[in-house]
C-alpha cells in the first residue's frame, strides 16, 4: 500500500510540471460544468429566470447560437496567441539565460491555470452551443448557460490582461533570478532547521553491504518515512550513496545496509526512491547554484556580453552562499532521536570550485566582475559558518580568481583597484 502511494504521489509530481496538466484539469472541468449545467436546464432553471428575472436570459435561439459561436472562434484565437507567447518566452529563456531554466518556467502554474480557463470557457460553450434548438420556442432555450457563457468570456478577457502581464514580467532576468533565489532559500532555509535537531554521529560504512540501482534518472525524492519503517523493521541502518538531485545511472551503488537484506527488502527499498527525468530548483538547491552560474557565464559570452546581468546574478549567487555556509556538509535523517539514515551531500568546497571554475573563465579579463566576486568573497569572509574548512576554500577559490585575473587584465589601474580589494581579504595579489 505504501510502495503504491509513494508511486501515485510521484506521477502526481511529474505531471503537475507538465504544461498541459491543469489545462487538461481545467478543460474536463468545462465539460463536467456544461453537463450539469444541460440537466438543470432540463429540469426549468431558464423558465423560471424568464418569469422572475427576464433581463438575465437570452430567450432567443438564434442570438444565443450568435453569441456563442463568437465567443469559442474569439476564445480559441486568444489560446492560439497566449500558447505562442508561451513558446516565445520558452525559446528567449533559453536563447538568452540557460535551458535549465525551462522546467521552470514550464511548471509556473499562472500560465497553466490561465489557458485552462480559456479551455474550460471553449469546452463549456461548445456542448451550451451543442443543446440549442434554433426552431424552439423562449422556452427551450438554454439563456441562462448563455449568460454564464458571457460571465465566463469576461473572465477570460480579464485572465487574458494578467496572462500579458505576467508574461512580460516572467521574462526579465531579474524576476528569474528571483524565483530561483527564493525557491532555493527556501529549501536551504528548510534543510538547515533540520539539521538543528541533530546532534548525533553516524557510524563508519566502509564494511557495510552496499546494493545497486535498478533504473536510471536524476534522483528526485526519497520516502524517507518508509525507509525509516524497513530500517525499524530489519534492524539495520542505510547510507544514501547519491547526491539528491544528481543523475543516478543503472547498476551504480545506490546504498549502503549495516546488515545484509533479502531481495524483497532490497526491491521494498528501492521503490522508496524517486527517480525523474529532469531536475526541479525545489528539490535540489544545487541546481540553483548550476542555473545562476550558466546565466552569469551566458551574460558573459561574446555573442551577448551583458555585464549587468552578470552582477545581478552574482548578488543573488552571494546570498545564496551565505545561506549555504550555516549547513553542514552531511545530513542525517532520524526518529526518536535515533539516526537511521545517512545521505551524502555536496560539500561546500565543491559547490564553490564548480561555480568559480565556470566563473573565472568568462570573467576574469572584466575587472568590474573582478570587483564584484572580490566583494563577494570578502563578504562571506564575514559570515557565520558551520564549519571552519568553508573560509579555508574561500580563501582558495579567491587566490585563483585573483591568479587568473593577473593573466587577463593588462591595466595597470584596473590592477590595483583589484590589488585594493584583495588586501581586505589578506590575499596577495602580485602583478609582473
Not at 454564464?148 to 531579474?174: K, P, R, T, W
Not at 552560474?293 to 545564496?320: F, H, Q, R, W
Not at 564575514?382 to 585563483?400: F, G
Amino acid at each position: 500500500m505504501k510502495q503504491l502511494y509513494n508511486r501515485t504521489i510521484s506521477f502526481f509530481n511529474v505531471i503537475e510540471s507538465s504544461i498541459a496538466f491543469y489545462p487538461t484539469l481545467l478543460a474536463f472541468l468545462g465539460f463536467v460544468f456544461a453537463m450539469i449545467m444541460l440537466y438543470l436546464e432540463e429540469l426549468g432553471i431558464s423558465k423560471y429566470l424568464i418569469e422572475h428575472a427576464p433581463i438575465l436570459v437570452v430567450d432567443n435561439g438564434d442570438t444565443a447560437m450568435t453569441i456563442l459561436s463568437a465567443l469559442i472562434s474569439g476564445l480559441i484565437s486568444v489560446v492560439v496567441f497566449s500558447f505562442s507567447m508561451v513558446m516565445l518566452l520558452l525559446s528567449q529563456a533559453s536563447s538568452n539565460y540557460s535551458p535549465r531554466l525551462l522546467p521552470g518556467l514550464i511548471s509556473d502554474k499562472r500560465h497553466q491555470i490561465i489557458l485552462g480557463i480559456y479551455l474550460y470557457t471553449i469546452l463549456y460553450c461548445i456542448f451550451v452551443l451543442f443543446s440549442i434548438q434554433p426552431t424552439g420556442d423562449k422556452y427551450q432555450v438554454p439563456g441562462f448557460s448563455v449568460l454564464l457563457g458571457i460571465v465566463d468570456m469576461v473572465i477570460c478577457i480579464y485572465a487574458f490582461i494578467y496572462f500579458i502581464h505576467n508574461i512580460s514580467q516572467s521574462i526579465q532576468i531579474s524576476n528569474i533570478l528571483q524565483n530561483i533565489f527564493k525557491t532555493a532559500k527556501n529549501r536551504l532555509n528548510d534543510l538547515i532547521d533540520k539539521e538543528e535537531e541533530d546532534h548525533g554521529e553516524f557510524e563508519n560504512t566502509d564494511d557495510w553491504y552496499e546494493y545497486h540501482s535498478e533504473t536510471s534518472g536524476y534522483l528526485q525524492n526519497i520516502s524517507f518515512t518508509n525507509l525509516i519503517d524497513i530500517c525499524v523493521e530489519q534492524d539495520t541502518k542505510l547510507h544514501i550513496l547519491p547526491i539528491k538531485g544528481i543523475f543516478v545511472l543503472s547498476g551504480i551503488p545506490l546504498f549502503k545496509s549495516k546488515k545484509e537484506l533479502d531481495e524483497e527488502t532490497i526491491k521494498k527499498v528501492l521503490s522508496n526512491f524517486n527517480f525523474a527525468r529532469e531536475e526541479l530548483v525545489a528539490d535540489n538547491y544545487t541546481l540553483a547554484f548550476k542555473q545562476i552560474t550558466e546565466i552569469i557565464v551566458k551574460a558573459m559570452s561574446p555573442g551577448i556580453n551583458d555585464p549587468g546581468t552578470a552582477i545581478n546574478g552574482i548578488d543573488y549567487l552571494t546570498e545564496l552562499l551565505a545561506i549555504r555556509l550555516r549547513k553542514k556538509d552531511t545530513s542525517h535523517i532520524f526518529r526518536d532521536d535515533t539516526i537511521y539514515i545517512k545521505m551524502n551531500t555536496a560539500d561546500f568546497s565543491d559547490i564553490l570550485y564548480n561555480i568559480m571554475a565556470s566563473i573565472r573563465t568568462y570573467c576574469k579579463h572584466d575587472i568590474t566582475l573582478v570587483q564584484k566576486l572580490l566583494l563577494m568573497f570578502h563578504y562571506l569572509k564575514k559570515q557565520e559558518v558551520e564549519n571552519e574548512s568553508y573560509n579555508n576554500a574561500l580563501d582558495r577559490e579567491a587566490k585563483n580568481l585573483i591568479d587568473d585575473a593577473q593573466e587577463a587584465i593588462s591595466n595597470e589601474q584596473d590592477v590595483e583597484k583589484a590589488k585594493e580589494l584583495a588586501s581586505k581579504l589578506y590575499l596577495n595579489f602580485k602583478y609582473e
